[in-house]
């Protein structure tokens, strides 16, 4: 109910897409920019620990991979890299290291789930 209102709050107060508002209603109390046109935004920092990756997870085959919105994709590894927990199909922001080319995810959360 929380999210909800937050995405409502923000939505009146002139960000300009509900499915942004909802996105920024999952980032309260992080610190976020969001662009003059209102319809994007940038995380800047998750819980003291820096800017996040963000991108959609696919399936590649075996792997999971983060396709960010530039097109690149960057293969997730670790403990929370598995379809349960980080999905495909769900918009996520990831924090971890890149080791051996593929992101190994320490904390994720989710912005959106699958259209």
Do not use: N, Q, T
């Not at 003059?36 to 696919?58: H, T, W």
Request: net charge positive; no cysteine.
């Amino acid at each position: 109910m929380r999210s909800v209102l937050i995405a409502a709050v923000l939505f009146a107060a002139g960000v300009a897409h509900a499915d942004v508002a909802s996105e920024l209603s999952r980032l309260a109390g992080h610190r976020v920019e969001v662009a003059p046109d209102r319809a994007s935004y940038r995380i800047l920092d998750v819980a003291g620990e820096g800017a996040p990756e963000v991108g959609v997870v696919e399936r590649r085959g075996a792997a999971l991979v983060l396709r960010r919105a530039d097109g690149s994709a960057l293969p997730l590894a670790g403990p929370l890299a598995v379809p349960r927990i980080a999905g495909p199909g769900y918009k996520v922001w990831v924090l971890g290291r890149v080791e051996r080319g593929a992101l190994v995810a320490r904390r994720l959360g989710v912005l959106a789930p699958p259209r």
